[in-house]
Nanobody, 123 residues
Framework: QVQLVESGGGLVQAGDSLRLSCAAS????????IGWFRQAPGKEREFVAG???????KYADSVKGRFAISRDNAKNTVLLQMNSLRPEDTAVYYC?????????????????WGQGTQVTVSS
């Protein structure tokens, strides 16, 4: 069992930055690939960024060059640095974990999810 807790969301203006944190507890965190997803009102949950246990990263096209994901296995934490935020980035952001060596972009393969943190970007 892995418990995930997101933090760092908030209300910002377009062009600002936020850093989201995903803190994990439970089983060996370093064995898990971590994904960040987001869900806007009325839309499906979508992949944002992910990182493997070995540090290989993957990003959605919509956030490439603006967002950066990193992990600290010693602290059981994954960070999502979000720069140049846009109103269309407004959503609830979730982190998710799965056993595996690759980052997957579909929600169904992730075993554990956090409760989400709200990010609102005003224009």
């Amino acid at each position: 069992q892995v418990q995930l807790v997101e933090s760092g969301g908030g209300l910002v203006q377009a062009g600002d930055s936020l850093r989201l944190s995903c803190a994990a507890s439970g089983r060996t965190f370093s064995n898990y690939a971590i994904g960040w997803f987001r869900q806007a009102p009325g839309k499906e949950r979508e992949f944002v960024a992910g990182i493997t246990s070995g540090g290989v990263t993957k990003y959605a096209d919509s956030v490439k060059g603006r967002f950066a994901i990193s992990r600290d296995n010693a602290k059981n934490t994954v960070l999502l640095q979000m720069n140049s935020l846009r109103p269309e980035d407004t959503a609830v952001y979730y982190c998710a974990a799965r056993i595996g060596v690759t980052v997957q972009v579909v929600t169904e393969v992730y075993e554990y999810w956090g409760q989400g943190t709200q990010v609102t970007v005003s224009s």
